[in-house]
């Protein structure tokens, strides 16, 4: 992966950051950036999620995501933003069962990441790596601090975030919420 910006041309070369992984079951899933013909499989990917899993990574419920919305997170400027997708290839095309995303500041030292894991992918260590690489990308960027406002009742989301050395506390706007913190 280079280690210098990371922009986004349709022709990226070698060097734009993928990554080929197998999870706990065995199971291989391809981690890329997110592309913006990507639309359809993350509004599939959305709608596939339960209502829990819509509700800690919206922090509400979205059920059928607007165009506008897909729109919006599917064309990433890779400059103060970054998305990776882990994929399956599923009757020739691209199956999303994960996301992963920051959004940075203005200044581009702090950044704002979300991880969101299909429920039949959930417990296999997909999650840990979409958020490695994000924070990989995040430190070769010169980011030096990630944070994340989740609900307080996600529990899978409180275990990762303890595993990768995230800082938690009780959102002081909101107490049915935490922020986790990350010093790059």
């Not at 992966?1 to 391809?30: I, N």
Request: hydrophobic share 40%; aromatic share 8%; charged share 25%.
């Amino acid at each position: 992966m280079s280690h210098g910006p990371l922009l986004f041309t349709p022709s990226a070369g070698p060097e734009y950051p993928r990554w080929s992984e197998t999870l706990r079951d065995r199971s291989h899933v391809l981690i890329r950036p997110i592309l913006p013909q990507d639309k359809e499989a993350e509004r599939a990917f959305i709608e596939g999620l339960s209502a829990e899993a819509r509700r800690y990574r919206f922090l509400g419920q979205v059920k059928c995501p607007s165009d506008a919305m897909l729109e919006r997170i599917t064309h990433v400027d890779y400059v103060h933003e970054v998305a990776f997708v882990a994929v399956v290839a599923e009757d020739g095309h691209d199956r999303i069962v994960g996301v992963s995303r920051y959004s940075t500041d203005q200044e581009g030292t702090q950044c704002e990441c979300a991880v969101t894991v299909s429920d039949a992918w959930q417990h296999k260590g997909l999650g840990t790596l979409l958020m490695r690489h994000l924070i990989e990308v995040a430190r070769a960027r010169g980011i030096r601090r990630m944070s994340s406002i989740d609900s307080a009742e996600n529990v899978q989301m409180r275990d990762l975030a303890r595993y990768l050395g995230f800082q938690s506390r009780v959102d002081p706007d909101d107490a049915s919420q935490v922020i986790y913190e990350l010093s790059l």
